[in-house]
Each structure stands twice: as C-alpha cells, then as structure tokens.
C-alpha cells in the first residue's frame, strides 16, 4: 500500500517517514519525498544520521559523474537519469539548490611517465590534446587519451550537494521541511496484520556527549534504511526478513590546497598502475582550486559482520603510507605540485559494495512500510538524484516509474564472486578496481 492511501488520524492525513542514513543517498530520498506532488498534506520527514549529514563517504568522496560510462547493465538507467537531474539542479540560471561545486569537466587518461620527474611541456608534446590538458599536468607521463570532453562528464562536491539539499527544504522553518535528528538506529517497531509487519516506529540510542544508552523510538508510518555500508545491519533490524551481504572498501584519499594567486585547469584524470607506487590515480580538480585525488591502493575490504559491528562508524582513519605513495606519484606527474604543492586534507571512507555491484532498492519482504536504498559502490554520489527520485516515488506512489527497480530488489541475494566493481567506460576498466 502506498502512503498516499494510508492515514493518520494523530498526524492530520500526513506520514511519519524516517530514512535512515544522512549521507547523500539517504538526503536525496528525504528530498525527493519533500519534493513530491504525492506527500500528503501534514506529513513528517525525518533523516537520522548516526553521526552527521555527509560524515562518511559523502563528506570524503571524489564527486565524479559520467553519463555515458555505464557498462551497458541495467545501473546505465541510474548514470544517464541523475546526470540530467544534477544539470537540472545545479546548473546554470536554473540552479534551484545554489550550488556552487557543480561543472562539467574533460577527463584524460593517462599512463605514468618512467622518465625522472621535472618540468615537462606537455601540451607541446601532445598538440592535439592542448586544449585540455591542464596547466599542472606538467610532469612525467606517458601516453594520453581522452575519455570526456566535458559533454557528459561532470563533478560536485557531494557534501556541499547534501547541505544545500536540507537548506532548500528547510527554507520555510523546519516545521514545513525536514528534520534531523542524531542517533543510531537500533531496530524497527511493528504491528502484526494477518502475516505482515507493519512499521510503526524505528528505534534509536540518541547520540550524546554523556554516552547515555537510553533508547528511544521516531514514530513512523514509512522507514528507508540509507546508511551506506552499515544499512546490512537492516539484517537485524528487519529480524532475517532480508539477507543483505555488504562489503566495506575502505580506501584513503587527499586533498591538496588551491595554489595561491593561480587557477587550477579543470580536468580531471584517470591514470594507470603504477607499480612503483601500488597506485591508481584518479584526479578531481575542484571550482575551489584544490585537488581531490583517490585511486591510491592499499584498500582494506570490511565483512558484513565487521559492518554489523559498527566497524569505522566513528573513526574511519587513513593510512599514512598509502598518503606518502599517492603525494609522491601526483608529484612525478605534477612539478607544479612538486615544487609549489601543500597537503590540505588526509582521510579515508568507505564505499559499499553488494557481492553483484548492485544497489539495494525497494521494499523489504513481509513488511509494510520498510524499504531499503543501499550499496551503490563507487557510484553512490553519481547516482544520488536518480536513486532518490525512484524511491520517493515508491514510497508515496507504491510503484516506480523513474527507474526499473526488479534488478535491484533486495531479496535477490545468492552467494556469489565478488568482483566487476570498479568504474567503466562502456567494457573499459576505468580508474581503480580494488
């Protein structure tokens, strides 16, 4: 039953619904239910984040988008739908959210130079590429391509994305938009009706700096679990109804500063193994100047029971080494960043990864009222909106009409290889693939 054709009474007609999760996944479902002509009148929208908005992946991850670079699998709806919305939101005179980190950009790859590093002209070795090789990519590299001109390629800082989403819904006063409330959800309320399990409420500790453990309840008509890499907790939450298998690769990346008194070109680059460094770099020059680089190897790959178990929801930290490795091979590419390069940020996050690299999305068995929207790999950010706008749909429609969720159900799970998780171009392994 969808939520438009439920009622109640306590609330006016409107719906209690709490997603779960306030990274950019679980923010963009919060948005698109605020957004939608079918929330009825009166209705509550809660996200409750466990630590804060964007504090995981979305508050550390590359923002880099292409709408063309599915593999042909059923996520190509996923890459091409947010693509066109993210232009719709972000873009131009029509940017609704005022979003400032969002721009189309061109992408090269390219293969690390083995000669000694230094200054190297090499948009004079490279004429036909000039106009996109940027102005710091003035080092030892070898061979370029182009994988983008910047028609179907993009970047935004998600977090940014994330806090101009809650400030476009909270315009009017929290009472007219949405609520976040910080906990960690513990389990789901629910009534009996015959053989289904209707939620009624989703259970939380409160986070506090008293450490108090006294667990409370979020009244709710509608839950959807969005908590990246920790939503396979839903396996207990939901009491077994769904099997969720999930692995955490928890990988680090780095920031460097804007230089002072010169711009930053942007492209952005895909490079190949370095074997003297274990890397794979991939290269996000950021609107503000700085430089976002991952793909430094070195990933450690987190269980589902380790994930079950809270692993590095509060302390996710980076590895120094894999910081030392990826700083010294940017370097031999970059002599601007050689010479002139501060460090601005070291971190790490991790992204979550179904055994078949596809996401979680629809309702969960036997309950009326649960929904999960988890595990969209390296494409998480990239496919925020799209994901969004499905479930919002589903939740106050009963179906959705965006996306073709039947590949995604959560209950399709059987044990498998994990493997084809990295980024593509078409059938072309892009970036790395842990």
């Not at 880099?64 to 699998?73: H, K, L, N, P, T």
């Not at 061109?106 to 190297?120: D, I, T």
Request: glycine residues 12%; hydrophobic residues 35%.
């Amino acid at each position: 039953m969808s939520a438009a054709a439920k009622s109640d009474e306590a609330n006016g007609g409107g719906r209690n619904i709490v997603v779960v999760g306030g990274g950019i996944q679980g923010t963009s479902v919060a948005f698109h239910l605020h957004q939608s002509s079918h929330l009825p009148e009166g209705s509550i929208i809660t996200i409750l984040e466990s630590q804060k908005l964007a504090s995981a992946a979305s508050g550390k991850g590359g923002g880099f988008m292409a709408r063309s670079w599915g593999d042909g699998s059923v996520t190509q709806q996923l890459h091409e739908l947010a693509f066109d919305m993210y232009e719709k939101y972000c873009d131009g005179n029509d940017n609704m959210l005022g979003v400032t980190s969002y721009r189309k950009l061109p992408v090269l790859s390219v293969a690390p130079g083995q000669k000694a590093s230094g200054k190297v002209d090499v948009r004079g070795i490279n004429p036909s590429l000039a106009r996109v090789i940027p102005n710091w990519l003035d080092g030892s590299v070898g061979r370029l391509s182009p994988l983008g001109f910047g028609d179907d390629t993009a970047q935004i800082t998600p977090k940014e994305f994330v806090e101009k989403m809650v400030e476009y819904m909270n315009k009017d006063g929290e009472d007219s938009g949405v609520k976040v409330v910080l906990g960690k959800c513990t389990g789901i309320e629910y009534e009996l009706n015959d053989d289904v399990k209707v939620v009624t409420g989703v259970k939380y500790t409160p986070s506090s700096d008293d450490n108090s453990n006294e667990e409370k309840v979020l009244k709710a008509d509608d839950v959807i679990v969005s908590a990246g890499p920790w939503s396979c907790q839903g396996e207990q939450w939901f009491e077994g109804a769904v099997q969720l298998p999930m692995e955490g690769v928890k990988s680090t990346s780095i920031v460097w500063k804007p230089p002072k008194d010169e711009d930053v070109d942007a492209t952005a680059l895909f490079c190949g193994e370095d074997y003297r460094f274990g890397t794979h770099l991939e290269v996000y020059p950021r609107p503000d100047g700085s430089i976002y680089i991952c793909g430094i190897g070195g990933s450690d790959y987190i269980t589902t029971q380790e994930l079950q178990s809270d692993a590095f929801l509060t302390n996710c930290p980076p590895k120094e080494d894999r910081m030392e490795a990826a700083k010294t091979a940017f370097q031999t590419m970059s002599d601007t960043y050689a010479t002139k390069g501060e460090l601005m940020t070291v971190q790490a996050c991790m992204r979550p990864c179904p055994p078949d690299a596809k996401p979680y999305m629809g309702s969960i068995p036997g309950y009326e009222g649960a929904y999960i929207n988890a595990g969209h790999n390296c494409w998480g950010i990239a496919w925020a909106p799209a994901c969004g706008k499905g479930m919002a749909e589903l939740v106050l429609e009963g179906q959705c009409h965006c996306l073709d969720l039947t590949p995604f159900n959560p209950a399709r799970f059987t044990k498998g290889s994990r493997g084809g998780r990295g980024r593509k171009k078409g059938n072309m392994n892009v970036g790395e693939q842990w």
